[in-house]
């Protein structure tokens, strides 16, 4: 060790107690396009399909939020990024901040390979407050051509600097190395550290053995000497490779966000991963003891479980924020276009509006919501009331921006009689592939109703956000999808769009369902029965643009459903936002 290290160190951990750790996913997965990743991208980015309010740099490649982090009063948002080009590869830390997690200031790249110990790539990571209010990042580093992934740290330069623009990676690195029983290509994404009782650090890290999913547990004195557990936090057969591992306590009781140390009997674990397999994230709820943690008996525990979002919504990671005691979840949805269309329009990825996560009073799924700063967006506002839609009617919402548009509605019904039985031979496990087959244009009893987002004029082209219930016994299923594949009259050559869906568990006693649709340009994040459940899709329009497109509310099901309320707002552009 050399004299700079040690005077580091003794600078970050000097302090009685150590830290707490934020980790994401690493994209190992990305297809890497090597004769792509560093061409040019054109001098005039295409414009069309940008978002509006959503968070993207100027041109090229994003992809996962990186330690997320509220220090003296900033939010900083780092996230992987292709300095040279709309495709994954070169990846590099960017940094942007924010005081109000809307407008963002863009800063230089924060950590790019430099170092024997991440020589081959710096991947996606965590920021976390040690003690004495010092910010560390720890990352995925890779070492060699063979991929072989070890877990890096890096400290600010100078803690006097508001924004933390220059940070420093020391010597002593890497922190972290696989032993001989792990797959060292599959050997990634540490977690949120906490705090045991025993004043011992505890962190976890995604892999796979074989099949299995494994969230690897390692434990520190001193922050920098990690020794690996015995037995696993957590791990599940035939699930692959897990990636970006989140694990943090909830409440259960109330809104409120816990610091990721806390530990008491008013709380629940959470345990999210991403299943490079499926391409989408799935959590359980359980009981963290002994340094093991155990599902509830009510959680799937694997592919069928359940997600944060059902859509395009991948690589998350969330944050404790001390300034308004609530957790934050950040998601990334990449885009749904081909590869060549990337090139050519200079930009991919975008990261979804951050969302307040906390657990549902019943206590078997979290909820979401976006975070309130979203609202300062708002403009132009329109109300409808009491409106009635008969089978087959539309109303269209008029009088905003509906391209970029804010959309919370209440839809009320007399009956639960005309709920369609729900047919033995589906899968109550796969949403998606029974909203394909039950589309928003296909007649139903109670739904389809919802909105037509992104609509031309004549209905050429629209994605549908709809309800649809079914009776199964004695019970009734609600569900949800948001339909990509009528987004565009554009060959689709290339591009992926879906009928994603889900399930929402909700109580309905009331004869009432809520959908909140945040529209921009080519997003549609919705949110059902006030955040049970969320779906994000990726839609690239032809006709609907600009001010072309048009927001309908409809109805395709034999049963009369009602607006109750409906609120809709123009979104105007953040005064900042990476430009």
Same mark, same amino acid.
């Given at each position: 060790?050399?004299? /700079?290290?040690?005077?580091?160190?003794?600078?970050? =951990?000097?302090? !009685?107690?150590?830290?707490?750790?934020?980790?994401?996913?690493?994209?190992?997965?990305?297809? =890497?396009?090597?004769? =792509?990743? !560093?061409?040019?991208?054109?001098?005039?980015?295409?414009?069309?399909?940008?978002?509006?309010?959503?968070?993207?740099?100027?041109?090229?490649?994003?992809?996962?939020?990186?330690?997320?982090?509220?220090?003296?009063?900033?939010?900083?948002?780092?996230?992987?990024?292709?300095? $040279?080009?709309?495709?994954?590869?070169?990846?590099?830390?960017?940094?942007?901040?924010?005081?109000?997690?809307?407008?963002?200031?863009?800063?230089?790249?924060?950590?790019?390979?430099?170092?024997?110990?991440?020589?081959?790539?710096?991947?996606?990571?965590?920021?976390?407050?040690?003690?004495?209010?010092?910010?560390? #990042? +720890?990352?995925?580093?890779?070492?060699?051509? $063979?991929?072989?992934?070890?877990?890096?740290?890096?400290?600010?330069?100078? +803690?006097?600097?508001?924004? =933390?623009r220059e940070w420093i990676k020391p010597d002593n690195n890497p922190l972290i190395v696989a032993d001989k029983s792990i797959n060292k290509t599959a050997f990634r994404d540490p977690t949120t550290a906490w705090l045991g009782r025993d004043r011992h650090w505890r962190l976890s890290m995604g892999g796979r053995r074989r099949h299995r999913g494994i969230a690897y547990l390692y434990r520190s004195k001193d922050f920098i000497h990690w020794v690996k557990a015995k037995h696993p936090l957590h791990s599940t057969a035939r699930t692959g490779n897990w990636e970006c591992p989140d694990f943090f306590p909830v409440s259960v009781s109330g809104k409120n966000g816990l610091e990721t140390s806390v530990m008491d009997p008013n709380v629940k674990h959470v345990l999210k991963v991403s299943l490079d397999v499926t391409r989408y994230e799935y959590y359980t709820l359980g009981t963290y003891k002994n340094d093991k943690y155990i599902p509830d008996k009510n959680m799937i525990d694997g592919w069928n479980g359940l997600r944060y979002d059902y859509g395009n919504f991948y690589a998350s990671k969330s944050f404790f924020d001390p300034s308004k005691n609530r957790r934050i979840l950040w998601g990334w949805a990449n885009e749904s276009s081909s590869t060549a269309d990337d090139i050519k329009k200079g930009w991919a990825g975008i990261q979804l509006i951050p969302r307040t996560i906390w657990l549902d009073s019943s206590g078997k799924q979290l909820v979401q919501w976006p975070v309130e700063e979203v609202e300062t967006l708002r403009g132009k506002k329109v109300e409808l009331k009491n409106k009635k839609l008969v089978k087959g009617e539309r109303i269209e919402i008029k009088g905003i921006t509906a391209a970029q548009a804010d959309v919370d509605v209440t839809f009320l019904f007399d009956s639960l009689d005309k709920a369609e039985p729900f047919d033995p031979s589906w899968d109550r496990h796969d949403a998606q592939k029974l909203c394909g087959h039950k589309g928003s244009t296909v007649q139903g009893g109670l739904g389809p109703f919802g909105l037509l987002t992104l609509a031309s004029?004549? /209905?050429?082209?629209?994605?549908?956000?709809?309800?649809?219930?079914? $009776?199964?016994?004695?019970?009734?299923?609600?569900? @949800?999808?948001?339909?990509?594949?009528?987004?565009? +009259?554009?060959?689709?050559?290339?591009?992926?769009?879906?009928?994603?869906?889900?399930?929402?568990?909700?109580? +309905?006693?009331?004869?009432?369902?809520?959908?909140?649709?945040? #529209?921009?340009?080519?997003?549609?994040?919705?949110?059902?029965?006030?955040? $049970?459940?969320?779906?994000?899709?990726?839609?690239?329009? %032809?006709?609907? #643009?600009?001010?072309?497109?048009?927001?309908?509310?409809?109805?395709?099901?034999?049963? %009369?459903?009602?607006?109750?309320?409906?609120?809709?707002?123009?979104?105007?552009?953040? /005064?900042? @936002?990476?430009?």
């Amino acid at each position: 060790m050399n004299s /700079l290290t040690t005077l580091i160190l003794w600078v970050f =951990l000097s302090s !009685s107690a150590l830290t707490t750790f934020i980790i994401n996913g690493v994209e190992a997965s990305h297809n =890497l396009y090597m004769h =792509l990743q !560093s061409s040019r991208p054109p001098v005039n980015v295409n414009q069309l399909h940008r978002t509006g309010y959503h968070f993207q740099p100027p041109r090229n490649w994003i992809n996962d939020p990186n330690g997320p982090m509220y220090y003296n009063g900033i939010y900083h948002l780092f996230y992987q990024y292709n300095p $040279k080009g709309a495709v994954w590869g070169n990846i590099v830390w960017a940094h942007s901040v924010s005081k109000d997690l809307i407008n963002w200031k863009t800063l230089p790249n924060a950590i790019y390979p430099s170092k024997p110990f991440d020589k081959y790539g710096c991947w996606s990571g965590s920021a976390t407050i040690l003690p004495g209010n010092k910010p560390v #990042i +720890l990352y995925t580093g890779i070492v060699d051509e $063979k991929n072989t992934q070890v877990q890096n740290y890096a400290v600010p330069a100078n +803690l006097s600097d508001p924004y =933390l623009r220059e940070w420093i990676k020391p010597d002593n690195n890497p922190l972290i190395v696989a032993d001989k029983s792990i797959n060292k290509t599959a050997f990634r994404d540490p977690t949120t550290a906490w705090l045991g009782r025993d004043r011992h650090w505890r962190l976890s890290m995604g892999g796979r053995r074989r099949h299995r999913g494994i969230a690897y547990l390692y434990r520190s004195k001193d922050f920098i000497h990690w020794v690996k557990a015995k037995h696993p936090l957590h791990s599940t057969a035939r699930t692959g490779n897990w990636e970006c591992p989140d694990f943090f306590p909830v409440s259960v009781s109330g809104k409120n966000g816990l610091e990721t140390s806390v530990m008491d009997p008013n709380v629940k674990h959470v345990l999210k991963v991403s299943l490079d397999v499926t391409r989408y994230e799935y959590y359980t709820l359980g009981t963290y003891k002994n340094d093991k943690y155990i599902p509830d008996k009510n959680m799937i525990d694997g592919w069928n479980g359940l997600r944060y979002d059902y859509g395009n919504f991948y690589a998350s990671k969330s944050f404790f924020d001390p300034s308004k005691n609530r957790r934050i979840l950040w998601g990334w949805a990449n885009e749904s276009s081909s590869t060549a269309d990337d090139i050519k329009k200079g930009w991919a990825g975008i990261q979804l509006i951050p969302r307040t996560i906390w657990l549902d009073s019943s206590g078997k799924q979290l909820v979401q919501w976006p975070v309130e700063e979203v609202e300062t967006l708002r403009g132009k506002k329109v109300e409808l009331k009491n409106k009635k839609l008969v089978k087959g009617e539309r109303i269209e919402i008029k009088g905003i921006t509906a391209a970029q548009a804010d959309v919370d509605v209440t839809f009320l019904f007399d009956s639960l009689d005309k709920a369609e039985p729900f047919d033995p031979s589906w899968d109550r496990h796969d949403a998606q592939k029974l909203c394909g087959h039950k589309g928003s244009t296909v007649q139903g009893g109670l739904g389809p109703f919802g909105l037509l987002t992104l609509a031309s004029k004549n /209905l050429e082209e629209y994605t549908p956000v709809f309800f649809r219930v079914f $009776k199964d016994h004695d019970k009734y299923l609600v569900l @949800m999808c948001s339909d990509a594949s009528r987004s565009t +009259l554009r060959d689709g050559a290339g591009a992926y769009r879906p009928s994603f869906a889900g399930f929402v568990d909700v109580d +309905l006693t009331e004869k009432k369902l809520s959908l909140r649709s945040l #529209i921009d340009n080519s997003v549609v994040e919705s949110f059902g029965a006030r955040g $049970k459940t969320c779906i994000s899709s990726r839609v690239y329009p %032809t006709l609907a #643009i600009y001010d072309n497109a048009h927001l309908y509310a409809f109805n395709n099901g034999t049963q %009369t459903v009602k607006i109750d309320s409906l609120n809709a707002w123009s979104m105007n552009r953040p /005064l900042q @936002m990476n430009n």
